[in-house]
T-cell receptor, first 111, second 115 residues
């Protein structure tokens, strides 16, 4: 069985501070990992994905994530956040049959 | 390139009424997904199509939900009759083809409120 755990439901952070959003997964098969962002009243937009190769993946808007197989984690990071980064962030795994999403982390950037 | 189109954006209905949502995927995308996103939760897959065939509908409440994808292009999701717990955002997504390598592109969603 597959599952995705996002450990923090809400993360407040001051503008220009660094942030890390945590994601852990469990799976009985090889997985491919994704981070999506959802702005209010919008659909989900892909931030970045890990398929293979380098474990450090860079995405849009200055975000990056590191795949750690031994810890089954795929944490999302940004060194300096902006007000516009306020949104809901979802970690997801794709087993080939379907996407499994975490419950989301609400990032609020405080001016 | 046009994205995934969904309509309507918002819908309010009374319980026991019926409702239908429409989705037009990105041109050329063979795989189409319908997700239900309840407030405070991540999206949950309801049904996945590959062209006009159903790949996975294991989490679709078939006593009240139905979906079709005629001609392998646009799709309709129907709820009949609606219950209060069906209040959610219904997201449509598409991908070029199924499989682990492909990302899904999402529409803006339809927010359903059942009163």
């Amino acid at each position: 069985a597959q599952s995705v755990t996002q450990l923090d439901s809400q993360v407040p952070v001051f503008e220009e501070a660094p942030v890390e959003l945590r994601c852990n997964y469990s799976s009985s098969v090889s997985v491919y990992l994704f981070w999506y962002v959802q702005y209010p009243n919008q659909g989900l937009q892909l931030l970045l994905k890990y398929l293979s190769g380098s474990t450090l993946v860079k995405g849009i808007n200055g975000f990056e994530a590191e795949f750690n197989k031994s810890q089954t984690s795929f944490h999302l990071r940004k060194p300096s956040v902006h007000i516009s980064d306020t949104a809901e962030y979802f970690c997801a795994v794709n087993t080939g049959n379907q996407f499994y999403f975490g419950t989301g982390t609400s990032l609020t950037v405080i001016p | 390139e046009a994205g995934v189109a969904q309509s309507p954006r918002y819908k309010i209905i009374e319980k026991r009424q019926s409702v239908a949502f429409w989705c037009n995927p990105i041109s050329g995308h063979a795989t189409l997904y319908w997700y239900q996103q309840i407030l405070g939760q991540g999206p949950k897959l309801l049904i996945q199509f590959q062209n006009n065939g159903v790949v996975d509908d294991s989490q679709l409440p078939k006593d009240r939900f139905s979906a079709e994808r005629l001609k392998g292009v646009d799709s309709t999701l129907k709820i009949q009759p609606a219950k209060l717990e069906d209040s959610a955002v219904y997201l449509c997504a598409s991908s070029f083809k199924g499989g682990r390598y492909t990302e899904a592109f999402f529409g803006q969603g339809t927010r359903l409120t059942v009163v």
